[in-house]
């Protein structure tokens, strides 16, 4: 992040490391009991979106999994951005804790008419919030910055693309004598 590399990084974050049988990950909240954590968790859960800020990402976004089409233009947007994208996907395990996040996640029955019971919400064309753990979890776009290079626009050597598919310009007689050394 703090180089501004040129990518996308996706985190899915639901709060629990539920392919480890439901312990405790670090973004779960205060009190939430696991087999990792019986009596609830002590720790304060990381905040993904200040700590992409603080560490420099130039693309900032949450998004949820219950809204592809939302998500689906954040992806995009994180894509065509020259630097760093972090977009951290709210994705609720309703395997490890289904009560937690029934308002979010529709019935069967409401499904089959073509509607949900999602509590989502769009604050303008960028913005909206999610209801979940008796909370609104804002999604969107928080932060883009695009006055700061990316890591290949900052870098000389690297005008020119890749290193790899650079000309090394090393006089063959030296590679040469360099490759017989380490024989």
Same mark, same amino acid.
């Given at each position: 992040?703090?180089?501004?590399?040129?990518?996308?990084?996706?985190?899915?974050?639901?709060?629990?490391?539920?392919?480890? $049988?439901?312990?405790?990950?670090p973004t779960s909240r205060v009190g939430m009991k696991t087999k990792s954590m019986p009596f609830g968790n002590i720790e304060a859960p990381v905040n993904p979106i200040s700590l992409a800020l603080a560490a420099g990402a130039t693309f900032i976004a949450r998004g949820f999994s219950?809204?592809?089409?939302? @998500?689906?233009? @954040?992806?995009?947007?994180?894509?065509?951005?020259?630097? /760093?994208?972090? @977009?951290d996907v709210f994705s609720p395990c309703v395997t490890y804790k289904p009560r937690q996040h029934l308002p979010m996640v529709p019935s069967a029955r409401e499904k089959t008419r073509g509607r949900s019971n999602l509590r989502f919400r769009r604050l303008d064309g960028r913005h909206g919030k999610i209801a979940a753990l008796g909370e609104?979890?804002?999604?969107?776009? /928080?932060?883009?910055? $695009?006055?700061?290079?990316? @890591?290949?626009g900052a870098e000389p050597v690297l005008d020119t693309g890749p290193l790899v598919h650079g000309d090394v310009q090393i006089p063959p007689?030296?590679?040469?004598?360099f490759i017989a050394e380490l024989m």
């Open positions: 992040m703090r180089r501004n590399v040129d990518l996308l990084y996706i985190v899915m974050d639901n709060q629990i490391y539920g392919l480890t $049988t439901g312990q405790t990950s219950g809204e592809q089409k939302h @998500l689906t233009q @954040l992806i995009k947007q994180g894509i065509l951005h020259k630097g /760093f994208s972090f @977009l609104e979890i804002p999604i969107g776009k /928080f932060f883009e910055r $695009t006055d700061v290079p990316t @890591l290949h007689d030296v590679a040469r004598s």
